[in-house]
């Protein structure tokens, strides 16, 4: 009974931030507080109703490239280290039996069990891949903590140093934002060239 409480506690809290959506983007516009925006940072990347993306870029412009980036990346580890803890208390015999039963699934999660670090990075790395979605996939399969916590804030360097940068300097120096983005594809392609070899051996 209390999981399922908090599985309703959790999607009420989304549909809260959903409604009010606006109102929090004209906050955070306007109040400088860092500890309430750490906090506004950390929400939003535990109940995902607005894109990230845009959350960093709003950071990069109020705080500047690099408190912003710090800021949002202290925030999405913090809440990926959460919700990896109540998915994993709340839902991982249940969901690795499902996992079991599929055998696509099952290979899968087996190769990423025997390389978690290099997996969670890759997948930290690739922007088309929801971030809550590894958050739930790691704590369901029971990566371990530390490997996961310490590939996930690793893989997020790139990214959110991205859009924070954007956000700050895109309307102010538009040649360094596009050299920015040439910088971030070529560590996308490097990452993938180092760790997608190693991780076909597993």
């Known amino acids: 009974m209390r999981k399922w409480l ?27 507080n860092l500890f309430l925006s750490m906090l506004a940072a950390t929400v939003l990347a535990l109940f995902p109703v607005l894109p990230y993306k845009l959350i960093i870029g709003l950071f990069g412009y109020a705080y500047g490239s690099l408190a912003g980036a710090v800021i949002c990346w202290t925030a999405t580890t913090l ?5 990896y803890g109540l ?56 990566l371990p903590f530390w490997s996961y916590l310490a590939a996930t804030g690793i893989g997020k360097i790139p990214g959110i140093t991205l859009y924070a940068f954007l956000g700050g300097q895109m309307f102010q120096h538009p040649r360094s934002a596009a050299i920015a983005v040439i910088l971030y594809v070529a560590v996308l392609a490097a990452a993938g060239f180092t760790l997608c070899p190693r991780s076909a051996k597993i």
């Open 79 to 83: 809440a990926a280290a959460i919700v």
């Open 6 to 32: 908090t599985v309703i506690l959790y999607v009420s809290c989304i549909i809260l931030a959903f409604i009010y959506r606006y109102d929090i983007l004209a906050w955070l516009k306007e109040d400088h």
């Open 87 to 142: 998915v994993k208390y709340m839902f991982q015999s249940k969901s690795m039996t499902y996992l079991k039963s599929i055998s696509a699934l099952d290979k899968f999660t087996g190769a990423v069990q025997r390389r978690p670090f290099a997996s969670v990075v890759l997948a930290r790395l690739a922007p088309v891949i929801p971030q809550m979605a590894v958050n739930i996939y790691a704590g369901a399969a029971g």
